[in-house]
């Protein structure tokens, strides 16, 4: 009956990989211990739902970005630290939502919490929301650090997703920890193949991306 059992999972698991295009990955197979938890799979987001495309926990990349994101949690693991993945692979579709979204102005249900200070009008200008998303190229990530003692997530100075200048790397309203963290993370994604983003310290995309300004749109599933 276990041979039967675990057959079938075998046989569900290369399915659910066969569904990929090719070149795409699910980080699990790849890196067994990395820690996934898509904001966009909850509530708990700018938006306040979940967002169109994600519909299940699992962190899709290309093989490329997850050879490069081992090296990363290799290197985290002599310091007791892993990765967290907050977002990768991101559906076109998902931005679609994050546009519309972003023009219903009277929806400000998340405002206190992601973007206190920035009228939501002024979302595209600052840079924050674009009708076009380096995720959707399938090497874009968006990750964090956590303490595998205790399992907690570092202290980065802001939350994920935080719309304002405590997300910018240049932000030095740091305490020593918040920015010890911070330069900890920085560190390791750049010296294993990553670029960041000037106005998100959890934001990288791996330098000589295979599939560069090519936005796809297959579910996270």
């Not at 219903?104 to 674009?130: C, E, H, R, S, W």
């Not at 740091?174 to 560190?187: C, E, G, P, V």
Request: aromatic residues 14%; charged residues 20%.
């Amino acid at each position: 009956m276990r041979f039967v059992f675990s057959f079938l999972l075998t046989l569900y698991s290369l399915i659910a990989f066969a569904q990929l295009p090719e070149g795409f990955v699910y980080a699990k197979t790849e890196i067994p211990n990395i820690n996934v938890d898509l904001q966009y799979c909850n509530y708990n987001n700018f938006v306040g739902e979940i967002i169109d495309g994600y519909n299940a926990n699992v962190a899709i990349m290309t093989k490329q970005t997850a050879v490069a994101l081992k090296k990363v949690q290799t290197e985290l693991a002599k310091q007791n630290l892993a990765i967290k993945i907050y977002d990768s692979y991101r559906p076109q579709r998902a931005v679609n939502h994050f546009v519309r979204w972003a023009k219903v102005v009277n929806d400000t249900l998340m405002k206190q919490q992601y973007y206190p200070t920035i009228d939501k009008k002024n979302l595209f200008k600052k840079g924050y929301i674009a009708s076009k998303s380096r995720h959707s190229s399938g090497s874009t990530l968006d990750v964090t650090i956590v303490n595998l003692d205790t399992g907690e997530t570092l202290d980065m100075g802001s939350p994920y997703d935080f719309f304002g200048s405590k997300s910018w790397i240049a932000n030095k309203n740091l305490t020593k920890t918040q920015s010890k963290n911070r330069q900890i993370l920085q560190a390791v994604m750049i010296s294993n193949g990553f670029r960041n983003y000037a106005k998100e310290w959890w934001h990288f995309t791996l330098r000589g991306e295979p599939y560069r300004n090519k936005y796809f749109d297959f579910l996270v599933e």
